[in-house]
């Protein structure tokens, strides 16, 4: 556990969790803690059960707020995608007068990288942190929807370029994921909506403007997301059309060949009959005759059907 005395975007390095329950002159306490830190934080701030238990919970939160008379408690996703598969990660915010502790069960990029914007804005108050980490949270979001567009369009260029088996795999994964990942969008954005439109004591009306454009980039990013599973549809489309059109090209192929085999069939047929009167049969050059013939006539349909690109 973590804990800064924030001041202008400063950080204070705090030793005695206990002086954090005085409301510090300037600036706030960012609390950086883990689950397991949450049996000396609970009788500390008088963090509500209800709160601590979803916290402690094994289970998969959905992203919610709740409101108790000295704190908030919020529950948002961080993301992140490594081109193979999405990961979520529970981000969980006490939201209170002076200070706001983040809790969280693994690392978490969005904490780590908030550093610099709260040293660039000059954040002063719990409010306005929470305004910058949620924003951060949501920007990541559009990045991995960017990530993923890019990711459908490289697979369908694969796809008409040369399709494999595994490609359906891929396509069936993908879009498991993105459904699974609308499923949390929907609830983010209205945690998010909430805090810009409810009226709200821990947030200052200056801050809460500000969510609203938070809430718009959520916006956004449903809709991007709804695209993307509309993209995966197509997708699976278009592999099914290229395999039946690999599977139409191959058919094509035997065809062509069956076809070119068959007056080769006939003529090799005829000389294997046991009668006297066939052409060349006793002739001394017979046999090489009726193979050079045959020889003509099988490149003579070939080339036919190349002119004709059947082929």
Not at 47 to 64: G, I
Not at 66 to 76: A, N, P, Q, R, S
Not at 125 to 148: C, E, K, S, W
């Amino acid at each position: 556990m973590k804990i800064r005395l924030v001041q202008d975007g400063v950080f204070k390095l705090i030793e005695d969790a206990a002086l954090t329950l005085t409301p510090p002159e300037y600036g706030f306490y960012w609390i950086d803690a883990t689950v397991e830190d949450l049996a000396e934080l609970q009788p500390l701030f008088g963090l509500h059960d209800l709160a601590v238990e979803d916290c402690l919970s094994e289970e998969e939160q959905r992203p919610k707020i709740e409101f108790y008379d000295t704190h908030y408690f919020i529950v948002i996703n961080s993301i992140r995608f490594d081109d193979e598969e999405i990961f979520l990660r529970a981000l969980n915010i006490f939201l209170g007068k002076h200070y706001i502790i983040t809790l969280t069960r693994q690392k978490i990029h969005e904490l780590r990288s908030i550093k610099p914007f709260l040293w660039e804005e000059e954040v002063n108050a719990p409010d306005h942190f929470l305004y910058q980490l949620i924003d951060l949270v949501v920007d990541n979001y559009t990045a991995v929807g960017d990530r993923i567009e890019a990711k459908i369009e490289k697979l369908e260029e694969d796809i008409l370029m040369h399709t494999k088996k595994s490609h359906l795999s891929e396509i069936v994964g993908l879009r498991g994921e993105i459904l699974w990942l609308k499923k949390v969008l929907v609830p983010q954005r209205d945690v998010i909506a909430t805090l810009n439109k409810k009226d709200l004591k821990l947030i200052s009306s200056q801050w809460q403007k500000y969510f609203g454009d938070v809430y718009e980039n959520a916006v956004k990013i449903v809709d991007t997301f709804d695209t993307l599973r509309d993209l995966m549809g197509n997708l699976r489309e278009a592999y099914q059309s290229s395999v039946a059109n690999r599977a139409n090209e191959i058919m094509r192929i035997f065809t062509a060949l069956t076809t070119i085999f068959m007056p080769l069939t006939f003529i090799t047929g005829v000389y294997g009959m046991n009668v006297e009167n066939v052409p060349f049969l006793h002739d001394r050059y017979g046999g090489e005759i009726v193979l050079g013939f045959m020889t003509v006539l099988g490149c003579g349909m070939f080339y036919l059907f190349r002119k004709k690109d059947w082929l």
